[in-house]
């Protein structure tokens, strides 16, 4: 990054753990992988998609990483490739999936597991705000 | 003169849209949270708004990754709920107040907030959980009691706008609503937040004493808040957290001083550290 200012800005995020900030270069990557997962708002696209997905999803031109990580559903790599939460619902949303329930998996926790975690309380920020200093 | 006489904020938890259209509300989960927005529900009765002015994000489902506009506004007559891959909800659909929209939208352009205008869109849950949570849970054929005007930021693609810019934005949106000759009462909601992370091995963040923080320095020290780095929101609130840079554009929209009027905070809803509050201009 050029911009000295701009450059700090995405930094700060990068000592997040656990997080992908879907910025701009992230929106460039996964344009293809976000375009199709919107095209499953339409129930028709649904039906195409659940019939074949492989058929369904050579008119996206997506990369062979995105198509494994869609295929899969290895939401972890779909986000690592450029996929944005939002967009990826849809996805879930047609396999009939909640946002706790693909939450559970990219924790690695089971869905009783996380279920209880945030009954709990949730998770604690302790230890959770980074990277460079875990005692935080 | 149109004059904002409260503002709202909520979160918009798609599970609370699912919870309603299958009829869950009496479960012990969701009991306390619905019970969270008793209060609520008869505090709108009594206000009897002309029209509400919407703050939320949309998730994907007006915009997608085509285009991410920072500040929008819809113009339109009516707005359809969006099919966010399981159908759309059966709530009414939304009544618009196009002239007002369209005089809000060219006054904050003059203003030097460069609204994208939108005249054709589909409203997801980030808009008709807090129609639900407000005014209860209307079906398809019935109309929600006021006019609507969405007005989407992007809170999705980073970086979003600033919390200051949000605040300046709701100043401006103000003097617009204020230079509307025709008398209606307005009440602005700025939804989504408060503590959630929904993506990466460190989803379920919630940060309850962070979320406390938030919720008095909206009461009572705005200005303050409005210095937050986005960095902060989502170290201490998660990912999602950054959503609460809304709650400050519908705050620049009220009176300095304000009376908080209530103010609910429940964990978990989903993911979520669910937040709702109700100010009203002293």
């Not at chain 2, 009991?31 to 708004?49: C, D, N, R, T, V």
């Not at chain 2, 209307?138 to 600033?162: H, K, S």
């Not at chain 2, 009461?219 to 609460?244: A, F, N, Q």
Request: contains cysteine; aromatic residues 10%.
């Amino acid at each position: 990054m050029a911009d000295k200012k701009l450059g700090n800005y995405l930094d700060e995020f990068e000592d997040i753990p656990g997080t992908l900030i879907f910025n701009t270069v992230r929106s460039r990557q996964g344009f293809n992988l976000n375009q199709f997962c919107m095209s499953l708002m339409k129930e028709e696209n649904r039906k195409a998609f659940k019939a074949n997905e492989a058929e369904y999803l050579k008119q996206w031109n997506l990369t062979d990483a995105q198509f494994k990580a869609v295929i899969n559903r290895d939401w972890t790599g779909m986000m690592q490739e450029g996929g944005n939460i939002y967009f990826l619902a849809k996805l879930f949303s047609t396999d009939g999936h909640s946002f706790q329930h693909v939450a559970a998996i990219m924790t690695g926790s089971t869905q009783e597991e996380y279920a209880k975690m945030m009954l709990d309380g949730g998770r604690n920020p302790k230890g959770n705000r980074s990277k460079s200093n875990p005692s935080l | 003169m149109a004059k904002i006489i409260a503002g709202v904020t909520t979160s918009h938890v798609p599970a609370i849209a699912a919870a309603i259209d299958l009829k869950k509300q009496e479960m012990p989960y969701w009991q306390p949270i619905f019970k969270g927005y008793e209060f609520s529900k008869k505090w709108m009765a009594e206000q009897k708004p002309d029209v509400i002015i919407l703050i939320y994000n949309d998730h994907a489902s007006a915009f997608d990754a085509t285009i991410f506009p920072t500040f929008a506004i819809g113009c339109a007559d009516e707005f359809l709920p969006a099919d966010e891959g399981w159908g759309r909800r059966p709530v009414p659909k939304l009544k618009g107040h196009s002239d007002m929209a369209c005089h809000i939208a060219q006054k904050l352009i003059l203003d030097e907030f460069d609204m994208t205008v939108v005249n054709r869109m589909d409203v997801d849950h980030g808009l008709t959980v807090p129609m639900n949570l407000l005014f209860g849970d209307l079906g398809p054929d019935e109309e929600w009691p006021c006019r609507v005007i969405p007005f989407p930021i992007n809170v999705v693609q980073y970086p979003p706008p600033t919390g200051k810019r949000c605040y300046d934005m709701g100043k401006a949106l103000r003097r617009a609503v204020e230079s509307y000759p025709e008398d209606l009462k307005v009440i602005v909601f700025g939804t989504g937040g408060m503590s959630h992370q929904l993506q990466g091995t460190r989803a379920g963040l919630i940060n309850k004493e962070w979320d406390t923080r938030f919720l008095d320095g909206l009461t009572k020290d705005p200005v303050g808040l409005t210095k937050i780095p986005h960095s902060e929101y989502v170290r201490e609130t998660g990912s999602e957290g950054i959503e609460m840079v809304m709650w400050l554009a519908m705050r620049g929209a009220l009176n300095d001083d304000v009376k908080e009027v209530y103010r609910f905070y429940h964990v978990p809803c989903s993911n979520t550290a669910l937040g709702h509050i109700i100010l009203e201009n002293k």
